[in-house]
């Protein structure tokens, strides 16, 4: 069965440090991955995805993720966290059949000064 | 362009009562997947829409149905309300049904009284 992993249910990092969130997924082929960002009473926000070719992908705001195959996780990574980061972090495998996502159950992330 | 719209924002119903909430999706974009979201199941799906038709569907008593109009606007509806169905209710949109990125709305809250 299709399933994503965020180890982490909440992170606190310092602004301007550096930011690792997990994410692990099981699925029978190469998936398709995505980060989204939620921001209190606000949908979801695509950061990135991968689908296939460089392992190392960018997304906006200045995140990057790389896909390991071998470890069947996608981590999400930003170099110095900002305050506005704070939020909650969502990855996700899909689209399985048609647009259908599987979401982990998020990382909610807070920035202190 | 306009982004994807759901409509109402917030909503407050009592227990038994039927609710009916409102996805227009990004203009030219025909499939929309509906998602519930709750903090302690996290981001469920429930259904997707393309081409007015229901290709697939997530598990999730028949008390809630969809539907999609001819202008790729889906409707979403939940009968004999219960306390747990009190959650966010997220819609997505997405070119195709095969296309991968998927665009989200801010969502309606519902809560059950």
């Known amino acids: 069965a299709q399933s994503v992993t965020q180890p982490d249910i909440h992170i606190t990092v310092s602004e301007g440090a550096s930011l690792e969130l997990r994410c692990n997924y099981s699925?029978?082929?190469?998936?398709?991955l995505f980060w989204y960002v939620q921001s209190p009473g606000q949908g979801l926000q695509l950061l990135l995805k991968?689908?296939?070719?460089?392992?190392l992908v960018q997304g906006i705001k200045g995140f990057e993720a790389e896909f390991k195959r071998s470890q069947s996780s996608f981590n999400l990574r930003k170099p110095s966290v900002h305050w506005s980061d704070a939020a909650e972090y969502f990855c996700?495998?899909?689209?399985?059949?048609?647009?259908?996502?599987?979401f982990g159950t998020g990382t909610s992330l807070t920035v202190i000064p | 362009k306009a982004g994807v719209t759901q409509t109402p924002r917030y909503l407050i119903k009592t227990r038994g009562q039927q609710v009916t909430l409102s996805c227009s999706p990004i203009?030219?974009?025909?499939?929309v997947s509906w998602y519930q979201q709750t903090p302690g199941q996290g981001l469920q799906f429930l259904f997707e829409?393309?081409?007015?038709?229901?290709?697939n569907k997530g598990n999730f008593p028949g008390r809630f149905s969809g539907r999609q109009f001819s202008n790729s606007r889906s409707e979403m509806n939940v009968s004999t309300l219960e306390l747990g169905d009190s959650a966010l209710y997220l819609c997505?949109?997405?070119?195709?049904?095969?296309?991968?990125?998927?665009?989200f709305g801010q969502g309606t809250r519902l809560t059950v009284v």
């Open positions: 997505a949109s997405s070119l195709t049904q095969t296309n991968t990125e998927a665009f």
């Open positions: 699925y029978g082929a190469t998936p398709y």
């Open positions: 991968y689908f296939s070719g460089d392992t």
């Open positions: 996700a495998v899909g689209p399985i059949t048609g647009n259908q996502f599987y």
């Open positions: 203009s030219g974009h025909r499939s």
């Open positions: 829409y393309f081409s007015e038709t229901q290709r």
